[in-house]
């Protein structure tokens, strides 16, 4: 059975950062997709980073953290991260990690198909 554990959520200050870790377990991700999303109370879920597994991986943002977030993963702890600077109060949301069983980048939330139970993510301004 496929799971996605995600951790590091947390209250942090705005202009402070955190890191999210989503470990995998059930399978082999190598050649997946991985990616963070995140929901607010009202909106719909927003698709915020991308990750390809293989050698030489690519990456994808959202423009609202580019520059902000990093993603990244560690094929042996089958683990992906998102580091998140200088955070804002709007970056507030539960925090989402996905898998996808295909090698394309893509930011459809539709499209993915494990998902993490969510790590709460709060900036105070």
């Known amino acids: 059975q496929v799971q996605l554990v995600e951790s590091g959520g947390g209250l942090v200050q705005a202009g402070g950062s955190l890191r999210l870790s989503c470990t995998a377990s059930?399978?082999?991700?190598?050649?997946?997709?991985m990616a963070w999303f995140r929901q607010s109370p009202g909106k719909e879920r927003e698709f915020v980073a991308a990750?390809?597994?293989?050698?030489?991986?690519?990456?994808d943002y959202a423009d609202s953290v580019k520059g902000r977030f990093t993603i990244s993963r560690d094929n042996a702890k089958n683990t992906v991260y998102l580091q998140m600077n200088s955070l804002k109060p709007e970056d507030t949301a539960i925090y989402y990690c996905?898998?996808?069983?295909?090698?394309?980048?893509?930011?459809?939330?539709?499209?993915?198909?494990?998902w993490g139970q969510g790590t709460q993510v709060t900036v105070s301004s």
């Open positions: 996905a898998a996808r069983v295909a090698a394309a980048l893509t930011r459809n939330h539709l499209l993915f198909d494990y």
């Open positions: 059930g399978r082999s991700f190598s050649g997946y997709v």
């Open positions: 990750i390809t597994w293989g050698s030489g991986a690519f990456t």
